[in-house]
């Protein structure tokens, strides 16, 4: 069964590439590094009385075991896949098996602007909401989301 926001923490998963955030790319990513958006994460999860559990991995299979302890100890996950939007049918499996947890996924840019290859998202096919092309705002928004979509036991219910 699901947790809240008062019982469990929000699991943000970030996927391959994310480490270099602020040095890769600033034109299309911005030149906040992980570090940032860890900090606007806990933030924002602290206004609704909510902790974070951070983490990044340019593994896709330790991304998907980290899906599977999400889904026993956390009360929602926030996901930012990566280029894995676009090729992991793994990810997508282990975050089907999170039944009724919330998943918001985010994309610091707006992957529909983008080359094409980058318009599909097998994580969207699960994902109760998605967030592009907000920068790392994005990240706060899906924070808010999850809180919202946590259920009974969240702050400020």
């Known amino acids: 069964?699901?947790?809240?926001?008062?019982?469990?923490?929000?699991?943000?998963?970030?996927?391959?590439?994310?480490?270099?955030?602020?040095?890769?790319?600033?034109?299309?990513?911005?030149?906040e590094t992980l570090a940032d958006v860890e900090a606007l994460c806990r933030k924002t999860a602290d206004a609704h009385g909510a902790t974070v559990d951070f983490r990044q991995s340019n593994h896709e299979g330790v991304l998907v075991d980290w899906i599977h302890?999400?889904?026993?100890?956390?009360?929602?996950?926030?996901?930012?896949?990566?280029?894995?939007?676009?090729?992991?049918?793994?990810?997508?499996?282990?975050?089907?098996?999170?039944?009724?947890?919330?998943?918001?996924?985010v994309h610091i840019s707006n992957i529909h602007k983008r080359e094409a290859f980058r318009h599909h998202s097998y994580v969207s096919l699960r994902a109760d909401g998605v967030i592009a092309g907000c920068g790392v705002q994005g990240y706060a928004f899906a924070v808010d989301r999850?809180?919202?979509l946590a259920g009974p036991g969240r702050a400020g219910a």
């Open 69 to 105: 302890e999400a889904r026993l100890n956390h009360c929602g996950v926030v996901i930012n896949p990566g280029a894995y939007s676009h090729t992991s049918v793994a990810i997508l499996d282990a975050l089907n098996t999170c039944d009724g947890l919330p998943v918001v996924e």
């Open 146 to 148: 999850v809180a919202a």
């Open 1 to 31: 069964m699901p947790q809240t926001v008062a019982s469990a923490p929000i699991m943000i998963l970030n996927g391959p590439n994310l480490n270099l955030l602020g040095a890769r790319q600033p034109e299309i990513y911005g030149s």
